[in-house]
């Protein structure tokens, strides 16, 4: 073997080490850069986030005896799951989270149907104007909630409404802000402030739809509401499940809507009507364990049906 030869594996051994510290140094370099980035939001994560939820499940699992009438004795002892049983055993709070399920039920799809149709007809192909439209379409969401309902509740209280007159010339003489239809102006406000947003992230979707295959789709025939429903849809579903899970979410926190209503003493509103606000009455009155409980609850229940939800959709699009 000639000297030659032989130096040839301990340089290829080499160039390998000199490799691999390269790769080591660029992998620490990337990690650096990532801490740089990660760090900052993870600290805010667990200070805003981690730590109020901690905080919840910690006072929850408290209560404070009383040990005069007064209440200037009072000890806190551990309750277990005591504030948990209450909540569950409260009427109020139940009443509270099956209204606004059944709001849900109801709200979320039409809004959501809502937000599709104006993003398909923006992406049509005949659609002018769509940044003046898409503009307008998003203005309800950027008010803030309560000036919205502040807004709506001049426009649909009896005595100030402007649909009141003509409506009454029709034969028709409805308070929407009265018992029965205060859940359906209440989902209208909700509908009105939320549709833009949703339509935005709907919208995205599509125009991320290669141009070359809705060609080819028109090529074939399928125009109008037909490339609509059979193309376009089917490949947005990812976006109506993530706005579907996001209204989940807001709809169990739902407070702004019925709080303003019942802020302005208006006639049957109910200051239980969401659990959030039987939550901060709760806690209102003194009762900071109990509402922790409620809280943790409410948490939870959105957590289930949001997961559920999403399980379900993967389900069905594995056995599609």
Known sequence: MTPLTSARPRQRRADAQHAAGARRRTGRREARSAAVFIVPFGLLFAVFTLGPIVYAVFQSLFKVRRGDLFGTQQTTVFAGIDNFTTALRDGDFLSAVVRVLLLGLVQVPVMLGLALAVALLLDSRSARFRNGYRLVYFLPYALPGAVAAVMWSFLLFKPLSPFTEPLASLGIHTDFLSGPWQPFSIANMITWGWTG?????????????????????????????????????????????????????????????????????????????????????????????????????????TLVLSFGFLKFTQRKAQTA
Do not use: H
């Open 197 to 301: 947003y949703n339509m935005l992230i709907i919208y995205s979707a599509l125009q991320a739809i290669p141009g070359e295959l809705t060609e080819a789709a028109v090529m074939d025939g399928c125009t109008g509401w037909r490339l609509a429903l059979l193309i376009k849809v089917p490949l947005v579903k990812p976006a109506l499940v993530l706005t579907t899970v996001f209204s989940i979410i807001g709809t169990s926190q739902l407070f702004t809507e019925p709080a303003v209503l019942n802020a302005a003493r208006i006639p049957g509103a109910n200051a239980k009507f969401s659990p959030l606000m039987n939550t901060t009455l709760t806690a209102a009155q003194g009762n900071q364990n109990l509402a922790a409980a409620e809280s943790v609850l409410l948490a939870l229940a």
